[in-house]
T-cell receptor, first 114, second 112 residues
Framework: NAGVTQTPKFQVLKTGQSMTLQCAQD?????MSWYRQDPGMGLRLIHY???????DQGEVPNGYNVSRSTTEDFPLRLLSAAPSQTSVYFC?????????????FGQGTRLTVV | AQSVTQLDSQVPVFEEAPVELRCNYS??????LFWYVQYPNQGLQLLLK??????LVKGINGFEAEFNKSQTSFHLRKPSVHISDTAEYFC??????????FGAGTRLFVKA
């Protein structure tokens, strides 16, 4: 059982480049989300989705786009990378509206923007 | 909206000593509360969760937490820590598995 899979694990970008961080889950979870983790700031919610075709902004959405065309996939796009986007990115998924609300996390993508 | 405050950024403790990691939350609605652990260079994994019922919740690796509604707290405890417990611990709150909000984290250092 793969759980939540993120690719790539590491990435270096130049300022202004664009890229897509991939996230896939095989647990048929309705809810998926993206976080960024920075020292001393914990995890901050970037975008989230409650199902295919439905996305919304979290705490720090600027500079990022998402889409949810299938239940399984939730890619995060950086349109024009900036050094401030250097961070570790985590994708998570969970069920909605039940008692089993644990979030399952991917292993993270460490992104450096130079 | 929900928010989470972890009161200690770092907690050093000697092996086999007890530890408490403090967490306070605020919310205008009923919430679910969680503690996650992150080992170096890994993702987060669930330690324990409070959904309803008994306010004392037991989790993996000998950890437990107590939900205190009047003090809006959800402190994590372990009676005797091991070197292997060295990690970062995150308190989190969500409303029905939706928009989970995390605290800033507490780094636990267990010394021999």
């Amino acid at each position: 059982n793969a759980g939540v899979t993120q690719t790539p694990k590491f990435q270096v970008l130049k300022t202004g480049q664009s890229m897509t961080l991939q996230c896939a889950q095989d647990m048929n979870h309705e809810y998926m989300s993206w976080y960024r983790q920075d020292p001393g700031m914990g995890l901050r919610l970037i975008h989230y989705s409650v199902g295919a075709g439905i996305t919304d902004q979290g705490e720090v959405p600027n500079g990022y786009n998402v889409s949810r065309s299938t239940t399984e996939d939730f890619p995060l796009r950086l349109l024009s990378a900036a050094p401030s986007q250097t961070s570790v990115y985590f994708c998570a998924s969970s069920l909605l509206g039940t008692l089993n609300t644990e979030a399952f996390f991917g292993q993270g993508t460490r992104l450096t923007v130079v | 909206a929900q928010s989470v405050t972890q009161l200690d950024s770092q907690v050093p403790v000697f092996e086999e000593a007890p530890v408490e990691l403090r967490c306070n939350y605020s919310s205008s609605v009923s919430v679910y509360l969680f503690w996650y652990v992150q080992y170096p260079n890994q993702g987060l994994q669930l330690l324990l969760k409070y959904l309803s019922g008994s306010t004392l919740v037991k989790g993996i690796n000998g950890f437990e937490a107590e939900f205190n509604k009047s003090q809006t707290s959800f402190h994590l405890r372990k009676p005797s820590v091991h070197i292997s417990d060295t990690a970062e611990y995150f308190c989190a709150v969500s409303a029905g598995g939706f928009k989970t909000i995390f605290g800033a984290g507490t780094r636990l250092f267990v010394k021999a």
